[in-house]
C-alpha cells in the first residue's frame, strides 16, 4: 500500500438510534466498551467531543484529572485522540448559537468552554481542535446580523489560535441542520476565513462527504481544492442519499461512484490526514449488529482504495490525451465492478 491510512470515529457513533421522532432503540453502550472496539474493529483512533472526554463546566481540576484517566484508557488499547470538538449545541446556553448569539454572556461562555476544550486537548495529546459551527447561523434572516456573525467565528477562532500557540484548528462546515442557514456554509467559506486568521498555517477544514453533498458539491471537488491549499487535515466520510437532513449513511452504500471520486482524489494527492468515519447506524440496526456500519465503511474504503490502485494510469494518460473520456468512464466503472 502507499498510503498507511489510519482510521478513526467518534464513540458517538456507536449509539442508541433515537432520533428526533422516537426514543432509543439500543441500549447505552458504557463508554470503556465503546473503547474497547476500535481495535477490534480495525480502527486506531478516537476523535472526542470535549464532553465525551469528561462533562462540560466541571472545575479544572476535575477536568484535569478526568482527562489524565481517559488518556490512560487510550494508552492501554494502543489508541490516539484524532481532535476534541467542543461541543456547543447542547447546552442551554447556546440556543441562540455559541459564538454568534446575540447574548454576550453566552458568547463568553462558548469561548470559555472552547478554551477549556483546547487544555483538554493538551492532555489527551492532540493538537487539532475541530469546530463543527453547529449554531452558528439563523432561522430567520432578521434574528441576528450575518455580517456581525461572520466577525464573532473569525474572533473565536483567533481567539483560539492566541490561547494555544501549538493548536490547529479545523472547520468542518455544514449548510443546514440543526439552524435552517448556517454561517460559513461550505468549506470555500472556511478556507476563505482561514487566510483572515492570525496564523493561517494552523487554520484548516475537515470535510465530512454528506455536507459537501448536502450544499450541492460532489465532496471530492471541495476535498481537492482544500487538498490544493494544502488545508485538508481530516476528513469525515459517510454517504447521503439526496437533499434532505444529514443522514450520516455508511460510506459508498449510496452512491458508489461518489465513494470512488473521494478515494482516487486522497490518493492520488498523497493525503496525509486521518480517515475519519461520521456514519449513524440505520435506527432499526439490532444491537449485535450495531457497529457493522463502521466496520461495513471500512471495509468498503480499503476496496475502493485496491481499485483506484488498480487503474493503470497508462490508460487514464491515453483516454485524456485522446479526450476519449466516455472510454474513460466505462473504464473507471468496468474496474469498480470488477470487470
Ligand atoms: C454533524 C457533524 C458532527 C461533527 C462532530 C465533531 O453534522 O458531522 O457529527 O462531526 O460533532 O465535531
Ligand atoms: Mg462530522
Keep these: 500500500m502507499a498510503a498507511q491510512y489510519k482510521f478513526t470515529f467518534g464513540p458517538w457513533n456507536i449509539s442508541t438510534g433515537s432520533d428526533p421522532f422516537g426514543p432509543p432503540v439500543r441500549a447505552e453502550v458504557p463508554f470503556a466498551s465503546k473503547i474497547a472496539e476500535y481495535k477490534r474493529l480495525g ?132 449548510p443546514n441542520e440543526p439552524t435552517d442557514s448556517a454561517y460559513f456554509p461550505t468549506v470555500g467559506h472556511f478556507l476563505a476565513l482561514c487566510y483572515r486568521t492570525m496564523d493561517p498555517a494552523r487554520t484548516g477544514v475537515l470535510i465530512e462527504s454528506a455536507h459537501s453533498i448536502l450544499a450541492g458539491i460532489d465532496p471530492s471537488e471541495d476535498m481537492a481544492n482544500a487538498l490544493w491549499h494544502n488545508k485538508l487535515w481530516s476528513v469525515h466520510l459517510n454517504d447521503q442519499n439526496g437533499l434532505k437532513y444529514d443522514q450520516d449513511k455508511t460510506f459508498g452504500s449510496v452512491d458508489l461512484r461518489r465513494a470512488f471520486n473521494q478515494v482516487w482524489v486522497l490518493e492520488r494527492a498523497n493525503y496525509q490526514g486521518c480517515i475519519g468515519l461520521d456514519i449513524k447506524a440505520m435506527r432499526s440496526t439490532k444491537s449485535e449488529h450495531q457497529t457493522a456500519h463502521l466496520s461495513n465503511s471500512l471495509l468498503l474504503f480499503k476496496r475502493l482504495v485496491e481499485v483506484a490502485r488498480s487503474v493503470d494510469t497508462a490508460k487514464v494518460e491515453a483516454f485524456r490525451t485522446s479526450r476519449n473520456y466516455e472510454g474513460l468512464e466505462l473504464y473507471i466503472i468496468n474496474r469498480l465492478m470488477g470487470i
Design 43 to 174: 480502527f486506531d483512533g478516537v476523535q472526542f467531543h470535549d464532553d465525551d472526554v469528561v462533562p462540560a463546566d466541571l472545575s479544572w481540576a476535575e477536568t484535569e484529572k478526568g482527562a489524565k484517566a481517559v488518556k490512560k484508557v487510550l494508552d492501554d488499547e494502543g489508541l490516539f485522540c484524532e481532535f476534541i470538538a467542543p461541543r456547543l449545541w447542547e447546552d442551554h446556553r447556546t440556543i441562540d448559537g455559541a459564538y454568534t448569539s446575540n447574548d454576550p454572556a453566552e458568547r463568553k461562555y462558548a469561548l470559555d468552554r472552547s478554551k477549556k476544550a483546547v487544555d483538554i486537548a493538551h492532555i489527551m495529546g492532540t493538537k487539532d481542535i475541530v469546530l463543527w459551527l453547529a449554531r452558528e447561523g439563523t432561522y430567520i434572516r432578521e434574528a441576528k446580523c450575518p455580517v456581525t456573525a461572520s466577525q464573532r467565528v473569525l474572533d473565536a477562532v483567533n481567539t483560539l489560535l492566541d490561547h494555544d500557540k501549538t493548536i490547529r484548528i479545523l472547520g468542518e462546515m455544514k
